[in-house]
């Protein structure tokens, strides 16, 4: 069992930046693939980034890719998401998940585990 927390959110103008953080309960942090998620009001859950186990590699939606920088800190078993050059149609709320499966994990069906969510609101 692993349970997730978010934080980071909050109001930003376009242009700014935020860091979003998602500590992990329990010692196996490490063992799983984390992603970062985003819905916007009206909209499915879409994917934004996701990191390997031990963070040898990183990969993003086409919507974020040069923009937002997803880490992991396995000490501290946390998952960071650094989003720079924000744009209104960023606004959502940002969840963090995990899962067991090994690889390029993008399909929400894919994760087991989610948090509650951090709101990102980003003003023109």
């Known amino acids: 069992q692993v349970q997730l927390v978010e934080s980071g959110g909050g109001l930003v103008q376009a242009g700014g930046s935020l860091r979003l953080s998602c500590e992990a309960s329990g010692r196996t942090f490490s063992s799983y693939t984390m992603g970062w998620f985003r819905q916007a009001p009206g909209k499915e859950r879409e994917f934004v980034a996701g990191i390997s186990w031990i963070g040898s590699y990183t990969y993003y939606s086409d919507s974020v890719k040069g923009r937002f920088t997803i880490s992991r800190d396995n000490a501290k078993n946390t998952v960071y998401l650094e989003m720079n050059s924000l744009k209104p149609e960023d606004t959502a709320v940002y969840a963090c998940?995990?899962?067991?499966?090994?690889?390029?994990?993008?399909?929400?069906?894919?994760?087991?585990?989610w948090g509650q969510g951090t709101q990102v609101t980003v003003s023109s």
């Open positions: 998940a995990a899962t067991n499966v090994d690889g390029v994990v993008r399909t929400v069906s894919s994760y087991k585990y």
